[in-house]
């Protein structure tokens, strides 16, 4: 084997292991069964990941994942905004709809505020959620941000920014444990928070 080809090697190994959840260790496992498997692996590997690239993209409005030549689909004005269920990422959509206990349409933020820092948004989609409840007949904003002090100052920060409008504001409430973070809950848990959901007070 040449140098080239080690190196080539461990440049893989490096960028697998910046997954999460993946160590050097699991990286150098992963890159040996790609290895051993090119055709049926790598192959289409690539072409998947070269289509991914070129044709996805995330809605600048509700932060999902979007073809990059077709319109999302919270664009479209015959889709019925009754709820929409805020998250803090994409692992937290999946992980509620996979536990199937919500069906209504879903704003990503892409984030969290800092602890100590309330007023500034930068970065997060939290004007476009204000603007799509503003612009749609939006009955219910869920806050299903995680039970952290991020999540929760990001939850008070998009309560106060919603004030004024006349949406009801309800977050996940029992079940949903203290430090918590949505996509490492189990099913159960989801159900029971979102069916014990409360409305929240405003100060």
Not at 3 to 24: A, R, T
Not at 36 to 62: G, S
Request: net charge positive; charged share 25%; proline share 3%.
């Amino acid at each position: 084997m040449t140098g080239n080809s080690v190196k080539d090697i461990e440049d893989l190994i490096k960028i697998i292991s910046k997954l999460p959840g993946l160590g050097p260790k699991s990286a150098k496992r992963i890159v040996l069964k790609l290895i051993n498997n090119r055709e049926e692996l790598i192959k289409p590997l690539i072409n998947t990941l070269a289509q991914i690239y070129k044709n996805v993209v995330l809605c600048k409005i509700c932060g999902n994942f979007k073809s990059v030549n077709v319109q999302c689909t919270c664009s479209n004005s015959n889709k019925n905004y009754e709820q929409i269920c805020v998250v803090e990422n994409i692992a937290d959509m999946w992980a509620i709809q996979n536990s199937g206990i919500y069906k209504g349409h879903y704003h990503i933020l892409h984030g969290t505020l800092p602890s100590l820092e309330r007023k500034k948004d930068d970065g997060l989609l939290i004007s476009s959620l204000i603007n799509q409840v503003k612009k749609n007949s939006v009955k219910e904003v869920i806050l299903a941000t995680s039970a952290t002090i991020e999540g929760q100052t990001t939850a008070h920060y998009i309560q106060d920014s919603l004030k004024d409008t006349k949406v009801k504001i309800s977050k996940l409430a029992q079940g949903l444990p203290v430090g918590g973070e949505i996509e490492f809950l189990d099913d159960g848990t989801l159900f029971s928070a979102f069916k014990n959901r409360g409305p929240v007070i405003n100060d």
